[in-house]
C-alpha cells in the first residue's frame, strides 16, 4: 500500500474511533458503522451447508439484530434439523451455541428449544465432560472452550440446574486454559462471561448458593481477566481471532474499556485487520462483529440498540469475497515437513502462488504417499488436520497436529494460510 494511502487510512479509522450513543464502553461509533460492511457482507453471501456448524452466525445475526429473515430462517431450519438427525453426537459446545442462537432475541424457535428438551439435553452433556475429565487425568470430552460455552447457555437459559457445584473446575490453575504451556485467551475469556452469568444470578439470589461460592467466582473471574490483560499485544488480547471474544469478557468484568485510550487502541488495530481481510471466514466475522457494536453473549435475553443499527449497514449481494487470494499462475517453492517426536520427513514442494497450507500437504501427498499421506475434517474454521502419516490426533491424550512455519505455531488453519516462497512449513505430532 502507498503511504499516502496508508495516511488515509489511518486517519479514517482514528475518526472512526470519536464514539457516540455508547451500548457498551466500548464500540465503533455511529458514522463509522461502514467500516463493519465488510463483516456484515463476509456473514450475508456465505454459502451455508454445515448445519449446527452455523450456529455461531446465527447467534452473531440476531445479537447484533441485521435483519434478514431469508438467512435466518435458513439457518434456523439447518440448526434444527441436525440436531434432530445427529443430537447423540453433538458437542456440548455445539448445543450451547444452539441453544443460544435460537433463543435469542425471543423468537419462534423457543418452542423448538422446548419440545426438544436441548437445556437439560446440554446439562447430561455437560455431566459427561466432567465424569470424562474424572475417568481421563482431567481432560474433558472436549475442551474448556466448549465447556465454559455450555456452562453459560446453562446459566442463561434460566435453567434449575445446579450450577453452583462445578465452580472449583473452572479454577484459573485449571490446565485445561493452557495449550502447549499458553494461556487460550479465546477460552479464558469464555470462561469470564459464564462465569459472569452465574455470579449475576447468585448475586439475584436466583440460584442457591452460598457466599463462599459467589467469594469463589468473583477471585476466579479477576484472575482469568488478569490472564486475558497480560496477554495484551498491540491492542490486540491474544491473537487476532480471540481479541472480540476477550472484549466482551473485558466488557462484563473489568474497568479496562473505561479507558477510552485503551478503547481506541483495540478499534484501531481490530479495523485495520478488517480493512486488510483477517475476518474472510464467516465463523471468524461471527466472533469479532459482536464485541464492535458493544455487545455480548450475555446481552442474548435483553433488548439494546447499540450505535450501529442495522440499517447503517450496507449489505450488498455480491459474491463473497474468496476466503484466500486469487491462485496466480507463478510458482514459488516452500519446504515441508511431518513430525513425529524424533522421525523428521521433509520435502521442497512446488505450488503456485497464493497456495495455503493444505495445497502444500496435498502436493506432498501426491509426491510420497507413505511419508505424506493425512486426513482432514470440515470444521467451522475450515479444514482441521486429524491424522498424519497414519497417527491420529486424540483428545483423550491432549494430542493434535499443530501447524507450524519457520518454527512458530500459525494462528490460522490450513485452509485460509497463505504460504510464502521460502517458507519452512512444518505438522508436527504435538500435545496441548
Ligand atoms: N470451538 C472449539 O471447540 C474450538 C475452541 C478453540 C479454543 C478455538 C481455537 C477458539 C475459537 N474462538 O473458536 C480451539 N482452537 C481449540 C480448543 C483447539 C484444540 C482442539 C481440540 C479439542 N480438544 O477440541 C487444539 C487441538 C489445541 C487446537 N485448537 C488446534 C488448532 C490448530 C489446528 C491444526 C490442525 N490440526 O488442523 C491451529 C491451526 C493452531 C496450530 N498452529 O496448529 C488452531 N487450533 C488455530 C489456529 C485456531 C484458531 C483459528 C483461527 C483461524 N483464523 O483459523 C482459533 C480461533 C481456534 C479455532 N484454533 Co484451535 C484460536 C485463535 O487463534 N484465536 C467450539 C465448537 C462448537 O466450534
Known amino acids: 500500500m502507498r503511504p499516502s494511502h496508508q495516511l488515509r487510512l489511518l486517519g479514517l479509522l482514528l475518526f472512526s474511533l470519536i464514539p457516540s450513543q455508547l451500548c457498551q464502553i466500548c464500540e465503533v461509533s455511529r458514522e463509522n458503522c461502514s467500516y463493519l460492511n465488510p463483516l456484515v457482507n463476509t ?28 438467512l435466518e430462517q435458513q439457518l434456523t431450519q439447518q440448526i434444527q434439523e441436525d440436531i434432530k438427525k445427529r443430537e447423540p453426537e453433538i458437542t456440548s459446545g455445539e448445543l450451547a451455541l ?7 432475541c425471543k423468537n419462534s424457535s423457543e418452542v423448538f428449544i422446548r419440545d426438544a428438551h436441548l437445556v437439560s439435553k446440554l446439562g447430561e452433556k455437560f455431566k459427561a465432560e466432567i465424569e470424562n475429565m474424572e475417568t481421563h487425568s482431567d ?38 486454559y493452557y495449550f502447549g504451556g ?20 447468585i448475586e439475584k439470589e436466583e440460584i442457591e448458593a452460598d457466599i463462599k461460592d459467589l467469594n469463589k467466582t468473583n477471585v476466579y473471574i479477576t484472575s482469568l481477566v488478569n490472564k486475558i490483560l497480560s496477554a495484551k499485544n498491540d491492542g490486540l488480547f491474544g491473537n487476532i481471532f480471540s481479541t472480540g471474544e476477550a472484549m466482551q469478557a473485558l466488557f462484563v468484568s473489568s474497568n479496562y ?42 446481552d442474548v435475553n435483553k433488548n439494546c440498540s447499540c450505535a450501529c443499527s442495522p440499517d447503517k449497514f450496507n449489505i450488498s449481494t455480491d459474491k463473497p469475497v474468496p476466503v484466500t487470494p486469487t491462485i496466480s499462475p507463478s510458482n514459488i517453492s516452500v519446504n515441508y515437513s511431518v513430525r513425529i517426536n524424533e522421525i523428521f520427513n521433509s520435502t521442497k514442494v512446488t505450488v503456485r502462488k497464493g497456495s495455503v497450507f493444505l ?69 508436527r505430532w504435538s500435545t496441548y
Not at 444452539?98 to 435469542?104: C, E, K, S
Not at 465463523?283 to 459482536?290: K, T, V
Open 359 to 427: 495445497d502444500v500437504m496435498m502436493a506432498a501427498q501426491k509426491q510420497n504417499k507413505a511419508a505424506f499421506c493425512f486426513e482432514m475434517e470440515d470444521g467451522p474454521w475450515g479444514p482441521y488436520i486429524t491424522s498424519v502419516q497414519n497417527t491420529s490426533a486424540n483428545n483423550n491424550d491432549r494430542t493434535y497436529w499443530q501447524l507450524l512455519s519457520n518454527g512458530q505455531p500459525l494462528s490460522q488453519g490450513a485452509g485460509s494460510y497463505v504460504v510464502k516462497n521460502g517458507e519452512y512449513l512444518e505438522v
Open 257 to 298: 474499556y473505561k479507558n477510552k485510550r485503551n478503547c481506541q487502541e483495540t478499534l484501531h488495530t481490530v479495523l485495520h485487520n478488517v480493512f486488510q481481510g483477517a475476518f474472510r471466514l464467516p465463523i471468524a466475522a461471527a466472533q469479532i462483529l459482536p464485541a464492535l457494536m458493544g455487545k455480548t453473549y450475555l
Open 139 to 176: 481432560h474433558p470430552l472436549t475442551n474448556y472452550y466448549q465447556l465454559s460455552l455450555a456452562l453459560l447457555a446453562l446459566c442463561l437459559s434460566n435453567g434449575s440446574h445446579s450450577i453452583t457445584n462445578v465452580i472449583p473446575y473452572f479454577t484459573p490453575e485449571n490446565k485445561n
Open 98 to 104: 444452539a441453544i443460544l442462537a435460537l433463543g435469542a
Open 182 to 201: 499458553q494461556f487460550s485467551v479465546d477460552t479464558g475469556a469464555m470462561a469470564v462471561l459464564a462465569l459472569t452469568c452465574v455470579k449475576r444470578r
Open 43 to 70: 456473514m450475508v453471501n456465505a454459502n451455508y451447508t454445515k448445519g449446527i456448524q452455523s450456529a455461531n452466525i446465527l447467534l452473531t445475526f440476531r445479537l447484533v439484530q441485521i435483519q434478514n429473515q431469508r
